[in-house]
């Protein structure tokens, strides 16, 4: 347990120096009017794989002492979470952490309407008033072709962006529920390394 820690710290300094390009006050929409924590995406938001109080966002919840509304749906592609977005009408959106596409990936969309989906996305998050977090995820086992895309996304929206969140837990049984989804350990580890990027944007 206390390596694991160890290394939530190390991964947590990461993610911090990974948000170096776009610091708090040049995010759009930088301080929020709004009033909600909200995560959007699939199943890896909604916390699949972990006992229901143990994923991401109930850890990240109890981390920054404020609730985040958990607006995970398992199996979403990107234009399933397009498709649901008045779902934040119900809410005044000051942060909105989006983490989405695995699915998009798994179904062979191509990168065109997964990217293009993230920006209308984006932009309707933005129309919101909400900052936007960026959570990256990987597009290919070997060569990753959605790294490029997902940094040129967060530099034109202007969004906080944390790339690749869960490198380092895919194949590693001490990290994963399955071969797509983390255990609580696994999810602990991502919530460290959004949290700093998040605690940013709430200041």
């Keep these: 347990m206390r390596l694991l820690w160890a ?19 040049d ?5 929020s009017a709004g009033t909600d924590i909200i995560a959007l995406g699939d199943s890896l938001v909604y916390g699949t794989g972990a006992p229901r109080e143990s994923g991401f966002v109930p850890v990240l919840s109890n981390d920054i002492g404020q609730p985040i509304a958990n607006l995970g749906h398992p199996g ?43 920006a209308s996305i ?5 129309r919101r008033g909400a900052a936007v977090l ?21 530099r034109t929206y202007r969004t906080a962006y944390v790339p690749d969140a869960l490198s380092g837990l895919f194949g590693k049984k001490e990290y994963m ?12 580890l991502l919530a460290a390394r959004l949290a700093p990027v998040l605690k940013d944007l709430l200041q």
Aim: glycine residues 8%; charged residues 20%; hydrophobic residues 50%.
């Design 134 to 154: 960026l959570v990256g995820i990987r597009g290919g086992v070997l060569a990753d072709p959605y790294a490029s895309r997902f940094e040129e996304l967060a």
């Design 27 to 31: 995010i759009a929409n930088y301080p």
């Design 76 to 118: 979403d592609t990107t234009s399933d979470v397009l498709g649901r977005l008045d779902d934040l009408d119900a809410y005044r959106p000051k942060v909105v952490i989006l983490l989405v596409g695995g699915n998009d990936y798994l179904q062979q969309v191509s990168d065109e309407a997964v990217f293009a989906n993230l």
């Design 177 to 188: 529920s399955d071969t797509i989804h983390p255990n609580a350990q696994g999810y602990a």
């Design 122 to 126: 984006i932009e309707g998050l933005q």
């Design 7 to 25: 290394g939530v710290v190390v991964l947590a300094v990461a993610a911090a120096a990974w948000f170096f390009f776009l610091r708090a006050p």
